[in-house]
């Protein structure tokens, strides 16, 4: 997996391979940083799939995530760390199937072996927390999230109410609502008072949960091309009938007649 890791002005791009990995300013630390506490943060990656956490606090696209707290980071998300350092996770390869590269890892995470690569509705990915990994797609007008049995989507997150949010689809439109929890929910940080909006790569956390919005897949419908013109079928002369070829030739010597007689008249 590739990152780049930022620093006064300076970018350094490294791999890492499959596996876990410690990053920071110790000595037995496989990504050492100077400036960093030794062990400060932990890697684990999984094929295309990479969970964070850290000793303290840090920051997923300037989201708070506490500490001990593993966090699912999507490629093209930043890892804030201290000292203005940043730890940002590379696109992968462009494959096709999205033209960002998060479609690939969100293919993989899903639990029940659909294929998102040609739906058209939006979805959640849950980032934290014993659901981290599991994807909803949020094909109904109206979703509901929460600790409960009645809920469409159910988390199993004790700081979670039992109907906590829900999500509304008008169009392309989608917007989130607060459902009374005594505990909020949040969109990038911000607590949403009654609802908000929803855009691409938005943050919603609800409880101890964290949840990344994906917006629907835009499909081009192909391009439908015109019908070639028929050609009208040549038409063949019909033949004439045996019948009337008898009278043509008895016209035709008449009339030569006509002309040898005249002829010799004058003569």
Not at 4 to 28: I, K, N, R, S
Not at 188 to 198: E, F, I, W, Y
Request: glycine share 12%; net charge negative.
């Amino acid at each position: 997996m590739r990152f780049e890791f930022e620093h006064l002005g300076t970018t350094t791009p490294f791999e890492l391979a499959e596996g876990q990995h410690l990053l920071g300013g110790g000595a037995e630390d496989q990504v050492r940083l100077e400036g960093l506490p030794p062990g400060f943060l932990s890697l684990c990656i999984e094929g295309v799939r990479l969970t964070v956490a850290a000793a303290q606090n840090f920051t997923v696209n300037d989201v708070h995530v506490p500490r001990g707290v593993p966090r699912l980071v999507l490629p093209g998300e930043v890892v804030g760390l201290p000292e203005q350092m940043r730890l940002k996770v590379l696109q992968a390869p462009h494959s096709g199937e999205r033209g960002v590269g998060t479609m690939a890892v969100l293919k993989n995470l899903l639990t029940d072996g659909a294929d998102l690569s040609s739906s058209r509705a939006a979805t959640l990915t849950c980032l934290t927390g014993l659901d981290v990994g599991r994807t909803f797609v949020l094909a109904e007008a109206q979703t509901d999230l929460g600790r409960g049995t009645g809920v469409d989507f159910r988390l199993r997150d004790r700081a979670v109410s039992r109907s906590h949010a829900r999500i509304l689809r008008q169009g392309t439109t989608f917007t989130v609502l607060d459902l009374g929890s005594p505990n909020g929910v949040f969109r990038n940080g911000q607590r949403v008072k009654g609802s908000a909006d929803l855009a691409e790569g938005d943050v919603i956390e609800l409880g101890k949960t964290i949840l990344r919005f994906q917006a629907p897949v835009e499909v081009e419908e192909p391009a439908l091309l015109p019908e070639p013109a028929l050609e009208a079928p040549a038409v063949e002369p019909e033949p004439t009938p045996r019948g009337e070829w008898w009278f043509i030739g008895l016209g035709a010597a008449t009339a030569l007649a006509g002309v040898l007689v005249t002829y010799a008249l004058v003569g």
